[in-house]
């Protein structure tokens, strides 16, 4: 990363209050920040934009079940439909409705899927039972029965919808949504084999939860296994469900010592044996970090990481023959992180690649051999993050912050690499703004707010970028916050003599620049969590003080 662009996220994040003028205010309490959330913004919920790009589903709710329908609006007309009512999503013997924690519709539209009950693995609920919805007789059946309850991890559907494959205990299955019989496709699972998702290390520092992928033609499925033999045992006590507590062992690699074994495999959809690839390098000090089907292919590009992580050796593999050719390898004297916007263009004759080769965070076109390398975005700038890539338009849709770190901007540039890059977002709105763009480009749920505008979220045309629809403009919370009357962030640099560092305070309401206060420094700050950002979050409504042990009393 360009250190220039890394001063505004290294960052220093200072607040100046006077601790009894919180303390003795009839007005702000920490009950009514923490207790009653009587100052939390407003959301719209999870919006998801439908495959013809006409119109976008959400839940909502209905009162006369304490449940969940799945409606969906027209973009233009602002009409309202239901997809799903949750009468559709009453078991055979229950009175209520499943619960939606999420859902996916099959490639036809023809099936829901329905993820429900869940329970946390690690940090996130991945774990729980799943249910098929046919749309078109209104059949709901569970996935899984006789699997136990609330098992199933990572459900998808095949890509022509007649089953479904997950993982349940350490092992895949698929399962025939119209005969119901399950095939259980690895048997290895359990104590030291993962099989189909990940240990801690994976999840925690390469974002992997999900390990497996069905094969384009539906008849492999491609996935990760792990082998914890050998790795170190951290203990955990377990003191919340029993009168006596319990260790918990967790195979939890620390420095330098071996991390689990992963390999990449292939196996028929229809049961049989796995296929390995063998990858060169030692698995235990390399990290098998991605590994997707090219479209329309028998072929899996597989990201290599070494342990060090400053060097991204990218194969592509023959399912057929299990060979494999080296096409790309990404360095960096530093580090390298690993991105999930691969988007395969010209009939997957090149796919789109993000590096910092030149100094900044770039995308860029590369030929499927590898041999050409094209840059997309041009600019003095890093990517924050890919919003769209759109290849029927010929455009790349990215936030970026060229002139001040502390905001977000959208911008645009050619796929072909030929132009200077675009501002979309109104040179009149500063501030953070975040999107949720149709893939073809035409419409995007946008977000916008600043250090003294808590969110607003509203519906846009992105080619004009009006307002077709507000959907929350969180108005009540800025009337209450003005009744109030605290002071907002102010934002300044501080030179440290070979850097200048980005940061904001907030002084009391009765600030008096004779007197002396308590300076309290959040020490939380990098490139992953910026704490000096121009927006509502960070500032007094996320809380005065946001974690008593991010912060020092100078």
């Known amino acids: 990363?360009?250190?220039?662009?890394?001063?505004?996220?290294?960052?220093?994040?200072?607040?100046?209050?006077?601790?009894?003028?919180?303390?003795?205010?009839?007005?702000?309490?920490?009950?009514?920040i923490y207790t009653n959330r009587a100052y939390r913004m407003k959301g719209v919920g999870q919006i998801r934009w439908m495959k013809d790009n006409k119109g976008y589903s959400k839940l909502e709710g209905n009162t006369a079940l304490n449940s969940d329908d799945i409606v969906v609006y027209d973009a233009e007309s602002d009409t309202r439909k239901i997809l799903v009512n949750a009468n559709q999503l009453i078991p055979a013997g229950s009175t209520t409705p499943l619960s939606i924690d999420n859902y996916t519709w099959s490639d036809d539209n023809s099936k829901l899927?329905?993820?429900?009950?869940?329970?946390?693995v690690w940090r996130e609920n991945t774990r729980g039972d799943y249910w098929v919805l046919n749309l078109a007789n209104g059949k709901l059946s569970q996935l899984g029965k006789g699997l136990g309850e609330a098992t199933l991890m990572f459900a998808k559907f095949s890509p022509d919808g007649s089953r479904v494959a997950y993982v349940s205990k350490l092992n895949i299955y698929a399962e025939d949504i119209?005969?119901?019989?399950?095939t259980k496709l690895t048997k290895d699972g359990g104590d030291n084999i993962i099989n189909g998702t990940f240990d801690w290390v994976y999840e925690e520092e390469l974002g992997c939860q999900d390990g497996f992928r069905w094969s384009p033609d539906g008849k492999n499925i491609a996935y990760w296994q792990s082998d914890t033999k050998g790795v170190g045992t951290f203990y955990m006590i377990n003191n919340v469900d029993s009168i006596y507590s319990k260790p918990i062992p967790l195979p939890y690699p620390k420095v330098g010592t071996a991390n689990s074994a992963v390999k990449v495999g292939v196996i028929s959809a229809t049961g049989g044996k796995t296929k390995w690839f063998a990858v060169p390098g030692d698995p235990r000090n390399n990290y098998l970090a991605r590994m997707e089907y090219i479209p329309g292919s028998d072929e899996v590009m597989i990201q290599q990481l070494n342990r060090l992580q400053n060097t991204n050796?990218?194969?592509v593999g023959n399912t057929k023959t299990m060979a494999l050719k080296n096409i790309l390898t990404d360095k960096d004297d530093a580090f390298l992180d690993i991105y999930d916007n691969i988007v395969w263009l010209d009939g997957t004759k090149s796919f789109?690649?993000?590096s910092e080769k030149d100094g900044w965070m770039h995308l860029y076109k590369v030929s499927r051999d590898g041999k050409d390398m094209k840059l997309i975005t041009n600019g003095n700038f890093d990517m924050v993050?890919?919003?769209?890539?759109?290849?029927?338009?010929?455009?790349?849709?990215?936030?970026?912050?060229?002139?001040?770190?502390?905001?977000?901007?959208?911008?645009?540039?050619?796929?072909?690499?030929?132009?200077?890059?675009?501002?979309?977002?109104?040179a009149d709105m500063a501030g953070q703004h975040s999107y949720q763009i149709s893939s073809d480009a035409k419409y995007a749920i946008h977000s916008f707010e600043n250090a003294t505008t808590p969110r607003r979220i509203s519906l846009i045309n992105l080619n004009t970028h009006k307002e077709i629809k507000i959907l929350e403009d969180n108005a009540a919370l800025k009337a209450k916050m003005n009744e109030l009357g605290l002071r907002n962030k102010e934002f300044f640099k501080v030179d440290i003599g070979d850097v200048v560092l980005d940061a904001w305070m907030i002084k009391p309401i009765n600030f008096d620049p004779q007197k002396k206060y308590p300076l309290l420094v959040h020490v939380y700050g990098?490139?992953?969590?910026?704490?000096?950002?121009?927006?509502?979050?960070?500032?007094?409504?996320?809380?005065?003080?946001?974690?008593?042990?991010n912060w020092i009393i100078l």
């Not at 960052?11 to 920490?30: P, R």
């Open 526 to 549: 990098e490139p992953a969590g910026s704490t000096v950002q121009d927006n509502w979050g960070t500032g007094i409504t996320s809380g005065i003080i946001t974690s008593v042990t």
């Open 178 to 182: 119209a005969t119901g019989v399950i």
């Open 352 to 354: 789109t690649w993000t």
């Open 385 to 426: 993050n890919i919003n769209c890539i759109d290849p029927v338009g010929g455009f790349v849709y990215y936030i970026a912050s060229p002139d001040n770190y502390t905001q977000r901007y959208l911008y645009r540039s050619r796929l072909d690499g030929s132009g200077k890059a675009e501002r979309v977002s109104p």
């Open 313 to 315: 050796t990218v194969w």
């Open 113 to 120: 899927l329905v993820f429900t009950n869940t329970r946390k």
């Open 1 to 32: 990363m360009n250190f220039k662009f890394s001063i505004g996220l290294l960052c220093i994040v200072a607040l100046l209050f006077n601790i009894s003028t919180f303390a003795q205010s009839k007005k702000l309490t920490l009950e009514d």
